[in-house]
Nanobody
């Protein structure tokens, strides 16, 4: 099993940048596919981006493509979400998620991820 802890959230002005981190504990992190999702109150959890086990393949939601980048450092057991050109509509709680069943995955489907962090709040002011 793996435990995930997000950090790096906060308040930023529109047009600014933030980098979220997701630190994993436990074995075999380097074999996990990882993803970021976000959620606002009253709405379903939304896919943001995903990365396969070795960082060679990524997948992004259209709403963040060209602005957000997912990366990982398996030696540090950490996955990152670099967010640039932030917009007020990016305001949400951001969650990282892990899938051990297929490290090659970059799925956008939340139900395919077994492990979830507690989330970190990102607020973008206009």
């Amino acid at each position: 099993q793996v435990q995930l802890v997000e950090s790096g959230g906060g308040l930023v002005q529109a047009g600014g940048s933030l980098r979220l981190s997701c630190a994993a504990s436990g074995r075999s992190f380097s074999y996990y596919a990882m993803a970021w999702f976000r959620q606002v109150p009253g709405k379903e959890r939304e896919f943001v981006g995903a990365i396969n086990w070795n960082g060679g393949t990524t997948n992004y939601a259209d709403s963040v493509k060209g602005r957000f980048t997912v990366s990982r450092d398996n030696a540090k057991k950490t996955v990152y979400l670099q967010m640039n050109s932030l917009k007020p509509e990016d305001t949400a709680v951001y969650y990282c998620a892990g899938d051990r069943s297929w490290g090659g995955s970059t799925s956008s489907r939340a139900h395919e991820y077994e492990y979830w962090g507690q989330g970190t709040q990102v607020t973008v002011s206009s």
